[in-house]
């Protein structure tokens, strides 16, 4: 049986898509306003991949001028979610887990933080982490949590939508994976558990 769970927020907990206005609107907005040396169709792509990739990511992507770099990083890093945000259909599956659980979420650590507060779900975890990806990654994360709480990776299930990120990080360190993929983006990704939602999440973490 599983009995810690480091868990993923965005598109995990929640969807973004479902609360694209207060989370990004803003955001958006902001952007407009910048040269970010890409063309309209760019930025609408864009705009769409910031739903569910962190935002540095698609900004190398895409080729956003390194010259507006530093303003938007500063407007990010003292950016706050300030509109309730609602969690997914499926957060009760999450929420319904025994035993100790602890968000780890790559990003900016105010607006990560101001999430969690807007949710409204704080207290169901111990520990809310926001891993600064420019200069560490989860993988990383995850060793610092296991070695500071004494955990054992064999009673750990980490639950996320990325497959490239916390679910290819827990592979590489022994530990069980559960990704969820609604859209079935990753359909050849390895990972131990997988589900389209969170309805066989209690199973895999052996707790029915």
């Given at each position: 049986m599983k009995r810690i769970f480091f868990i993923d927020l965005d598109?995990?907990?929640y969807f973004t898509?479902?609360?694209?206005?207060?989370?990004?609107?803003?955001?958006?907005?902001?952007?407009?306003?910048?040269?970010?040396?890409?063309?309209?169709?760019?930025?609408?792509?864009?705009k769409q991949e910031m739903l569910r990739v962190p935002f540095l990511k698609v900004a190398k992507k895409y080729g956003f001028r390194e010259e507006v770099m530093p303003e938007v990083i500063s407007y990010l890093e003292n950016r706050e979610v300030t509109q309730p945000l609602k969690p997914s259909d499926?957060?009760?599956?999450?929420?319904?887990?025994?035993?100790?659980?602890?968000?780890?979420?790559?990003?900016?650590?105010?607006?990560?933080?101001?999430?969690?507060?807007?949710?409204?779900?704080?207290?169901d975890f111990e520990e809310v982490h926001v891993v600064d990806v420019s200069i560490t990654n989860k993988k990383e994360a995850f060793k610092?949590?296991?070695d500071r709480h004494h955990l054992?990776?064999?009673?750990?299930?980490?639950?996320?939508?990325?497959?490239?990120?916390?679910?290819?990080?827990?592979?590489?360190?022994?530990i069980s994976t559960f990704l969820l993929d609604p859209e079935n983006l990753h359909?050849?990704?390895?990972?131990?558990?997988?589900g389209n939602d969170l309805s066989n999440l209690r199973a895999a973490a052996g707790q029915e």
């Open positions: 598109n995990t907990i898509k479902a609360n694209e206005e207060q989370l990004m609107g803003e955001l958006y907005r902001f952007l407009e306003r910048l040269d970010l040396g890409i063309s309209k169709e760019d930025f609408q792509l864009a499926d957060y009760h599956h999450i929420k319904s887990l025994i035993g100790r659980k602890f968000i780890i979420t790559a990003g900016f650590p105010k607006q990560q933080q101001s999430k969690v507060k807007m949710l409204g779900i704080a207290d610092m949590f296991i054992k990776k064999e009673e750990i299930l980490i639950i996320g939508d990325d497959a490239e990120s916390e679910i290819k990080s827990g592979l590489e360190l022994g359909p050849n990704a390895e990972t131990t558990f997988r």
